[in-house]
T-cell receptor
Framework: GAGVSQSPRYKVAKRGQDVALRCDPISGHVSLFWYQQALGQGPEFLTYFQNEAQLDKSGLPSDRFFAERPEGSVSTLKIQRTQQEDSAVYLC?????????????FGSGTRLTVV | KQEVTQIPAALSVPEGENLVLNCSFTDSAIYNLQWFRQDPGKGLTSLLLIQSSQREQTSGRLNASLDKSSGRSTLYIAASQPGDSATYLCAVSVGGTSYGKLTFGQGTILTVHP
């Protein structure tokens, strides 16, 4: 597609429920990032994939967070046993190259509300 | 740890004014700096990307400067319009990685009123 697509746009989860957030990057984009944006804050890095390899997961806040990109295209961010502090917008971004010289295209995000 | 600060947190101006948004970062070992725009309920749109070897970039009414040694960047918006109302985010790439992990500021909420 023309841009980075994320689904669902909105998700309401009861505390303790598992959720899965999907990101479809631009076709052919090697690099894929997940960021978490709390209300009124800037995005914070969660994890990075280069093709199917997860090269950096240092930003994942706990072992309840898990991300995968098995075929090097679509990525899924899974949150187990959701808690209220997980409420945020989850943004996905992709880039054509693995080097930093290129900018990123961000998706519109998934707004997760844990009640 | 890299920290990015944006000043002011919010800004309200009448249409037609020229304005400056400020961004500072604590670690000068960056690869590049980007300015993004975020509209309510939307993702981020990249406005300008400045490599660490560059001093400024321009796009239309926007001009961004970078002073890496002092850890500062400014985004200048000329002749502001109501359509410029949005949150503006500054982000620096983390040094020491090849893939561009970004550290963001908290943003400046800009309102341009007619």
């Amino acid at each position: 597609g023309a841009g980075v697509s994320q689904s669902p746009r909105y998700k309401v989860a009861k505390r303790g429920q598992d959720v899965a957030l999907r990101c479809d990057p631009i076709s052919g984009h090697v690099s894929l990032f997940w960021y978490q944006q709390a209300l009124g804050q800037g995005p914070e890095f969660l994890t990075y994939f280069q093709n199917e390899a997860q090269l950096d997961k240092s930003g994942l806040p706990s072992d309840r967070f898990f991300a995968e990109r098995p075929e090097g295209s679509v990525s899924t961010l899974k949150i187990q046993r959701t808690q209220q502090e997980d409420s945020a917008v989850y943004l996905c971004a992709s880039s054509l190259a693995r080097l930093q010289a290129y900018g990123y295209t961000f998706g519109s995000g998934t707004r997760l509300t844990v009640v | 740890k890299q920290e990015v600060t944006q000043i002011p947190a919010a800004l309200s101006v009448p249409e037609g004014e020229n304005l400056v948004l400020n961004c500072s970062f604590t670690d000068s070992a960056i690869y590049n700096l980007q300015w993004f725009r975020q509209d309510p309920g939307k993702g981020l749109t990249s406005l300008l990307l400045i490599q660490s070897s560059q001093r400024e970039q321009t796009s239309g009414r926007l001009n961004a400067s970078l002073d890496k040694s002092s850890g500062r960047s400014t985004l200048y918006i000329a002749a502001s319009q109501p359509g410029d109302s949005a949150t503006y985010l500054c982000a620096v790439s983390v040094g020491g990685t090849s893939y561009g992990k970004l550290t963001f500021g908290q943003g400046t909420i800009l309102t341009v009123h007619p």
